[in-house]
């Protein structure tokens, strides 16, 4: 749930940098970077974890595949 969260504030912080607002530069240099590095761990545990913890991506929920 950490993670995920992490992620959501990594993305609405790039989204608000499009238009010019950057949160984290408030933020002093070190706290920035634990930041960024929070994040980036995130998406790590999420791209091997995801699978697992995601009921769409279950095996039950997965469509059939068809071969021709």
């Known amino acids: 749930m950490i993670a995920f969260i ?3 504030i990594g993305g609405l912080n ?4 499009v238009f010019g607002w950057d949160v984290v ?4 240099t ?3 970077d ?3 590095l929070l ?3 995130s998406a790590i545990v999420e ?5 697992k913890m995601c009921r769409m991506c279950s095996k039950e929920n997965m469509p059939m ?3 021709v």
């Open 6 to 8: 992490l992620l959501i």
């Open 14 to 17: 790039w989204g608000l940098y």
């Open 25 to 28: 530069k408030f933020l002093p």
């Open 30 to 32: 070190t706290i920035a």
């Open 34 to 36: 634990i930041v960024y």
């Open 39 to 41: 994040v980036a761990l």
């Open 47 to 51: 791209i091997f974890a995801h699978k």
């Open 65 to 67: 595949s068809t071969t």
